[in-house]
C-alpha cells in the first residue's frame, strides 16, 4: 500500500532537513529513485575537520540510503595545486572508514566538454570575451544595491567573441589579457550573476593535463555542470554556496536538456572554538614554521588528527553528534575531544609510564628479588586480558607524586605517609634525599608485604593509587606533550589582531627520558595507550628502535573545562 501523508510525517519527524529531502525526493520517485552525492576537494592543502565532517555527511547519506557518492577533485587552479595534496585526500578518505564510487574523478576530465560548452553560450549571445583588467571588472560590478555598469565589449559581435576566445585556448595572449564572461544581468542584486567570469587565462602546467590548456575554468562554471555530468543527484554544500545556486542552476538551464538537475543543499560549515579552519591560514602556520607541518598533531588537519592518536570512529561520532544545521555556530573543540576520549576510554590498553621520574627505594624489599604483577589491560573490555609488569626494590614514581609538606588533602606521598602501588604493595615514605640545591633526588620507603593482591592485608584501605615503572626493567622515551595551539576561542576572530598573536606558548612540550613499563618495547606507531593516570597517547612515527616518541592525544580529564581549573 502506499505510504500515507501521516506515516510519512511520523518518518520524516526524526530526520536532519537533508534526510527529509532525500526522502521526499525518494518518496515522489526523484531521479528515478537515485541517491548520488560527491565530496568535491581542492587539491591544493590538506582537509581539516571541516572537511572531515563534510566527508562524513555525504558518504554516509550515500550509505543510508544505498546510493553512491562520487569522489571529485575541484583541479582548476593548477597554481595551488599538487598530486601530494591528492594523495593525502585519497589517504584522509579511506582512514575516515570511507571509500568513493568507481574511481577518483576530476573537474579536468571535463576540460573539453566545458569548453565546447562556452562556445555554445558565446554562439547563443550569452556569453563575451572582455578584455579590461580584472580590477576594472570588479569596479563596474558595484553594489548590490546599485547596478553594475556594462563592460564596453558586453555587445561584442558574436564571431569575434567566438574568434577570440579560440585564440585564448591557442596561447595567443599573455595571462590576464582577457577573460570570458557570462551576459546574465549587470542589475541583480546577486553580484554572482553580474556576468560572471567564466574563463582566465593562466600558462601554467597543470598536474594532470600538463601543457594541454592555458584556459582554466573558474569554480562557479565547472562545478555545477561538473556535477550535471556525473549524474549527481544531491549536491551538499556549505551555506557560503547558497548565493552561487540561481548562477549555477542559470547555467544548466541554458545547456541542458530534459528535466534533471543535480539539486543543490546547504548546510552550515564546522567552526570549531580554539582552531582556525582557513586553509590559507593553515597553510601561513605551516609556512612560517609555527608548526611541523600539515600533519603536525597540533593541527586541525585530519593527517594532524591522525598522528596525535584520534581514530577514525571517534571523529564520526563527533560528526554525528554535531549533526547537520542550517545556521552557523561554533561548536566548542572540548566535544571532539571528549568523542576520542569516549573512544580511547573503550579500546586503549593500560600502561604504567613515569614522564618526570623520581626513584624509591623499598628498604625492606629484598634486593635482587623480581616480582611480575598480574594488571589488567583495559577494565573497559572484557576480551582485552592481562599483562605481567616486573616489579623490584626500586621503582620510578612522578616526581609530583611527592611532597616534603604535604597539605591535608594531598593524597599522595609524604614523610610517614601511605599509598598504594597500583597492582602490588602499599609502602610508607621513612626518608628522603636531597642534592646540594635541595631537589629530591631518592625517598626511602618499606612495603607492607601483606598487602599484594591475595594477602592477608590486600584489603587494607589508602587513600593514594600510585602508577610506577620498576628502575632495572624501564624503558626510555621521549613523550610530546600537545595542547591547544590557540589561547583565544576565536582567533580569526580579531580585526585588529593578527590570528597567530594568539599562538599558544605551551602548545607543545617535550620531554626526554621518561620511563615506560617493557612491554612498550614492541610498541610500534599509530599504537594507542591510555598512560595511566596522566592521560591517551599514541606511538608517533617518528619512533625508531629502542628511540619510542609518544604523543599525547588528550588527557584524562578536559584541562580547559571551567570546573577542572
Not at 571529485?72 to 593525502?88: A, G, H, I, L, Q
Not at 573490555?381 to 620510578?396: Q, W
Not at 598487602?451 to 602508577?467: C, D, M, N
Request: charged share 30%.
Amino acid at each position: 500500500m502506499p505510504e500515507s501523508e501521516n506515516e510519512k510525517s511520523r518518518k520524516l519527524s526524526g530526520l536532519n532537513f537533508i534526510e527529509a529531502i532525500i526522502e521526499e525526493d525518494l518518496y515522489n520517485n526523484k531521479n528515478q529513485g537515485r541517491v548520488h552525492l560527491r565530496f568535491p576537494p581542492e587539491p591544493n592543502g590538506y582537509l581539516h575537520i571541516g572537511h572531515a565532517k563534510s566527508i562524513c555527511l555525504n558518504f554516509g547519506l550515500a550509505k543510508t540510503y544505498n546510493g553512491l557518492c562520487n569522489l571529485r577533485f575541484d583541479d582548476t587552479n593548477p597554481e595551488k595545486e599538487d598530486v601530494e595534496y591528492v594523495d593525502s585526500i585519497m589517504e584522509d578518505i579511506r582512514w575516515l572508514g570511507f571509500e568513493w564510487y568507481d574511481k577518483a574523478y576530476y573537474a579536468s576530465d571535463y576540460f573539453e566538454q566545458l569548453y565546447q560548452w562556452a562556445e555554445k553560450l558565446i554562439t547563443a549571445g550569452k556569453a563575451y570575451v572582455d578584455e579590461q583588467p580584472q580590477e576594472m571588472i570588479s569596479e563596474q560590478r558595484g553594489v548590490p544595491t546599485r547596478p553594475g555598469t556594462e563592460s564596453p565589449f558586453r555587445n561584442r559581435p558574436v564571431e569575434e567573441s567566438l574568434d577570440l576566445f579560440r585564440r585564448m585556448r591557442a596561447g595567443e595572449f599573455t595571462n590576464g589579457a582577457m577573460v570570458l564572461r557570462a551576459k546574465i544581468d549587470m542589475a541583480s542584486p546577486n553580484m554572482h550573476m553580474r556576468d560572471p567570469i567564466m574563463y582566465r587565462i593562466l600558462h601554467h602546467h597543470h598536474h594532470r593535463t600538463g601543457d594541454n590548456w592555458c584556459i582554466y575554468p573558474m569554480y562557479d562554471w565547472a562545478h555545477g555542470q561538473s556535477d550535471f555530468i556525473e549524474g549527481i543527484t544531491h549536491s551538499v554544500c556549505t551555506l557560503e554556496f547558497e548565493i552561487h545556486r540561481p548562477l549555477y542552476d542559470w547555467f544548466l538551464d541554458q545547456l541542458a536538456e530534459g528535466s534533471y538537475r543535480p539539486r543543490q543543499i546547504e548546510f552550515a560549515r564546522l567552526n570549531l572554538s580554539y582552531t582556525v579552519m582557513s586553509k590559507r591560514k593553515l597553510l601561513e602556520l605551516v609556512n612560517e614554521g609555527h608548526v611541523n607541518g600539515w600533519d603536525d598533531p597540533r593541527m586541525p588537519t585530519i593527517s594532524g588528527l591522525r598522528r596525535r592518536g584520534y581514530t577514525p570512529l571517534s571523529i564520526r561520532n563527533f560528526a554525528d553528534r554535531i549533526g547537520v544545521a542550517k545556521r552557523d555556530n561554533v561548536i566548542d573543540v572540548g566535544l571532539l575531544e571528549f568523542s576520542v576520549r569516549e573512544h580511547l576510554n573503550q579500546v586503549a590498553p593500560r600502561v604504567f609510564a613515569v614522564l618526570d621520574p623520581l626513584k624509591v627505594i623499598i628498604t625492606n624489599y629484598p634486593e635482587g628479588k623480581v616480582e611480575e604483577m598480574e594488571l589488567q589491560n583495559n577494565p573497559e573490555d572484557p576480551d582485552a586480558g592481562s599483562r605481567k609488569v616486573a616489579f623490584s626494590r626500586e621503582i620510578y614514581i612522578e616526581r609530583d607524586d611527592f611532597l616534603e609538606e604535604p597539605p591535608k588533602k594531598f593524597f599522595r606521598l609524604g614523610p610517614g605517609r601511605e599509598v598504594r602501588l597500583k597492582g602490588a604493595y602499599i609502602v610508607k615514605c621513612e626518608g628522603f634525599e636531597k642534592d646540594e640545591n635541595g631537589r629530591i633526588t631518592e625517598i626511602y620507603c618499606t612495603y607492607d608485604p601483606s598487602t599484594k593482591s591475595g594477602g592477608s592485608g590486600a584489603g587494607r584501605k589508602v587513600k593514594g593509587t600510585l602508577h610506577w615503572v620498576s628502575v632495572a626493567h624501564a624503558i626510555e622515551a621521549e613523550v610530546r606533550l600537545y595542547d591547544r595551539l590557540f589561547l583565544d576561542e576565536d582567533p580569526a576572530g580579531h580585526e585588529d589582531k593578527d590570528f597567530k598573536s594568539f599562538i599558544n606558548p605551551d602548545s607543545l612540550k617535550i620531554l626526554q627520558h621518561c620511563k615506560l613499563e617493557q612491554s612498550l618495547e614492541t610498541a610500534t606507531a599509530g599504537g594507542q595507550f591510555q598512560l595511566q593516570r596522566l592521560g591517551y597517547f599514541c606511538v608517533d612515527k617518528d619512533s625508531r628502535e629502542k628511540q619510542l616518541v609518544f604523543n599525547r592525544t588528550v588527557p584524562l580529564r578536559d584541562p580547559w573545562s571551567k570546573k577542572n581549573r
